[in-house]
């Protein structure tokens, strides 16, 4: 069984800064895509930054240039910090995996969620 925790939600004013962690643990053969996705009140889901299968790392055009996607391999672990953070963003963000629990079987699992609130 494989389970993702997150951490790292929080008040912030607009302008300041949050570090999310998402951290998977359990029987795991290899990680393939992360994703970091968010979800506002009345809104659509929307995917904010992710790392693809070969490793490379993305962001939505809302997050560019403010958040960064980083991984710790030993950890099993995917950090999203971000930066210069606008009421907008404010939102559950919740981390998404993909990954094989053996060399054929890949499943996709869901985070808990993690609250993020920007305002005065």
């Known amino acids: 069984q494989v389970q993702l925790v997150e951490s790292g939600g929080g008040s912030v004013q607009p302008g300041g800064s949050l570090r999310l962690s998402c951290v998977a643990s359990?029987?795991?053969?290899?990680?393939?895509?992360i994703g970091w996705y968010r979800q506002a009140p009345g809104k659509e889901r929307e995917l904010v930054a992710w790392i693809t299968g070969g490793g490379g790392t993305n962001c939505a055009d809302s997050a560019k240039g403010r958040f960064t996607l980083s991984r710790d391999y030993a950890k099993n672990a995917v950090y999203l910090q971000m930066y210069s953070l606008k009421p907008e963003d404010t939102a559950v963000y919740s981390c998404?995996?993909?990954?094989?629990?053996?060399?054929?079987?890949?499943?996709?699992?869901w985070g808990q969620g993690t609250q993020v609130t920007v305002s005065l």
């Open positions: 998404n995996v993909y990954l094989f629990i053996s060399m054929s079987d890949r499943r996709e699992y």
């Open positions: 359990g029987t795991i053969y290899a990680t393939n895509i």
